[in-house]
DNA sequence: ATGAAAGCGCTAACAC
DNA sequence: GTGTTAGCGCTTTCAT
């Protein structure tokens, strides 16, 4: 069917170890192990192989190797979608993370998708990669029988518990306690969060958020104003999600942290007429659209209300004024994930269901100075 | 050394083909039928295995198939970087187009190094994807012979001409022509072109732009001042790409799109008491920075000063002000790239060197509206 | 309509 | 030290 369009020469198919081992005069297991670097070997011959790879130009076809070892020598990333800034600040990472240790990395945008989520999973058997770095944003408890395998797994966040598997956490309780508390010494009596999460039955990332806003007030003896918790607004305006959302029986819909929704949340506050003297957000990106909100509205920053939030994105330097976020160890999270993931390689399976954290750390800026 | 923890009983090890078709009581041809639609097959045939399969949970394994077929199902994407959010949004993209189609995809993260450029060429010899979409940054004339191959490639941008293989472009001079003329329409008359290049020596996006620039102003018979052409300062903060620079022989160092550099070329624009009534922007990035800055030193936008630039990110709508800013066709280059690529693995080879442009349009807001 | 057999290019026992 | 052999799990002629 194909007629490839090549040299009027013979075409000259790609050299296989067996070619190589021919030119040389050796064996294919000797090829083999000349680029294993199998230490027992006789100079000469080494050279000899060293000279046929080079004279054909011989590359390892990796399918072969892959089928024979079990190994791909490829990570799959599960991420929400590379448009959230943050995700593409971790992906970045973790292929830099894989490339140190030989890797690459297959990147699977789950598009906010349950489906796509529970699909990256089923992907796993196929083989076609070493193991799975899942950041989860829309499964289920009751899919976490779907995580069973004895394929090397890490899960990140905090939309799963319990799972069979090393899993990677921030400490969001203890970096919003940090950061309310920063806010309070700041003598603010009126925090607002921004993209808060009141609802308990699942925990999530934002509940785990506002439990910490809530410990650090409780601390401070500041009564909570549950008008100054304000949601992200469910399916604002996003179609994938509303079709997953279809599918997912009992499924409640979230509101994704986007600019849009930060700018909407803080418009309506300030509608219904709620007054704050701080701003915590869930996240930068809440943040990003919130302080674009009030600086139309014309408020002052940090002398009216201050704004702190959360991921520490490059952006946050750049935003008018520039941002208080806190670090939730990325560059950690990213280390920490590859090399679970082939310890879990080399280990021959799925590794222990610990925890591991990772470290934070409060970058101040313009929009809420620390306090002396 | 590996001692699996896995249930006391004996470990069942993944069901193979073989497994169905003994249990489906047929060939394991029939099963691969089966599997690949088949038509010729009696109705209860097909029902046993698809029984088998499912009683076995049976799930082929890619690396087998495509050590057998050749085809991985995966599609290789070189960018410089994943921090670049124009690149972010571009992969995102890339995935969707490819899932679309059942691909996957790998990124690379090339790092705005051209080693890691050439690697992720050299790394389509090791066959572990079908093709490669490669948007070079740094990669040379001299380079270009290493694209010779049979393998399917797409090369996106300005970075190469004359390579061996589809090329996706964008009409960069005729958008920043547009883009100038705005401008002049809005009656500026002293323009500057934030991270425009002067130097000819190669071509470049960057070159490409500020030809635009300069043809728009000489239709238009404005003078064109060299002053208000300003470079993206070279190596200003990155680590990587100096280790690249020394490696290449005769480099010429080049800058990287920042917001920082943003920031850093007005602010220098400003102390040498360069006047300007507008800043046309490399790309978004720098404009982000320069927003920042303009806003720092008092400039009023767009009263003092119109600013445009180039990419649309989702975040030139949340600035402040909000960017006016060209859409270069994103999600038409990544859906002609995928298509383009498979459309080689279909014909079983590299395809010509055509190329490809997209369209592109431009998006009015704040800091430059649109002149009636 | 279905099956037998021959590998895809490599690695890993195990001989020698 | 090096070679022989037996597959990894699948697709693909080619018979029947």
Redesign the interface.
């Known amino acids: 069917?194909?007629?490839?369009?090549?040299s009027a020469v013979a075409d000259k198919p790609?050299p296989t170890m067996r070619d190589v081992a021919q030119l040389a005069g050796v064996s294919v297991t000797s090829v083999s192990n000349y680029l294993s670097d199998y230490p027992y070997m006789k100079q000469t011959t080494r050279e000899r192989i060293r000279q046929a790879i080079e004279m054909l130009g011989y590359?390892?076809?990796?399918?072969?190797r892959?089928?024979r070892s079990g190994r791909?020598?490829?990570i799959s990333l599960a991420i929400p979608?590379?448009?959230q800034?943050y995700f593409?600040?971790l992906?970045?990472r973790v292929?830099?993370a894989a490339r140190r240790r030989g890797y690459?990395?297959?990147?699977?945008?789950t598009?906010f998708s349950r489906r796509h989520e529970l699909e990256s999973v089923?992907?796993m058997?196929?083989?076609?990669s070493d193991g799975l770095i899942l950041s989860p944003l829309l499964m289920e408890r009751r899919d976490i029988a779907r995580l069973a395998g004895?394929y090397p797994l890490v899960v990140l966040g905090e939309c799963l518990f319990d799972v069979p598997a090393p899993h990677i956490l921030v400490h969001n309780i203890d970096a919003v306690k940090a950061l309310t508390q920063h806010l309070l010494d700041a003598g603010c009596r009126r925090i607002a969060l921004i993209g808060g999460a009141l609802d308990r039955r699942r925990t999530s990332t934002e509940t785990l958020r506002t439990q910490g806003y809530l410990e650090a007030l409780a601390q401070a003896d500041v009564p909570v104003d549950a008008k100054l918790i304000r949601p992200i607004p469910a399916w604002e305006t996003d179609e994938e999600a509303k079709d997953d959302a279809s599918g997912g029986a009992g499924y409640v819909g979230r509101g994704i942290a986007t600019?849009?929704n930060g700018?909407e949340i803080v418009r309506r506050m300030f509608e219904e007429g709620i007054k704050a003297d701080a701003l915590l957000c869930y996240n930068d990106l809440l943040a990003?659209?919130a302080?674009?909100q009030l600086?139309e509205m014309g408020v002052r920053i940090p002398d009216d209300l201050r704004v702190v939030s959360m991921d520490n994105l490059?952006?946050a330097?750049?935003?008018?004024p520039s941002l208080t976020s806190v670090e939730l160890g990325k560059e950690q999270i990213a280390q920490c994930a590859v090399d679970a993931i082939l310890e879990q390689v080399a280990?021959?399976?799925?590794g222990a269901a610990e925890q591991r954290y990772v470290d934070f750390s409060i970058h101040y800026r313009e929009s809420s100075p620390a306090v002396a």
Chains 1, 2 share one sequence.
Not at 1 to 6: A, D, F, V
Not at 104 to 109: L, M, Q, Y
Not at 125 to 128: H, N, V
Not at 317 to 320: L, V
């Open positions: 069917m194909s007629e490839r369009t090549t790609t590359v390892t076809d990796e399918r072969a892959s089928l791909t020598g490829l979608s590379l448009t800034i593409a600040e992906a970045e292929i830099a690459g990395v297959t990147v699977e945008s598009a089923a992907a058997a196929r083989k076609m004895d600019r849009r700018s990003f659209g302080l674009r600086r490059e952006e330097q750049y935003t008018i280990g021959g399976g799925r």
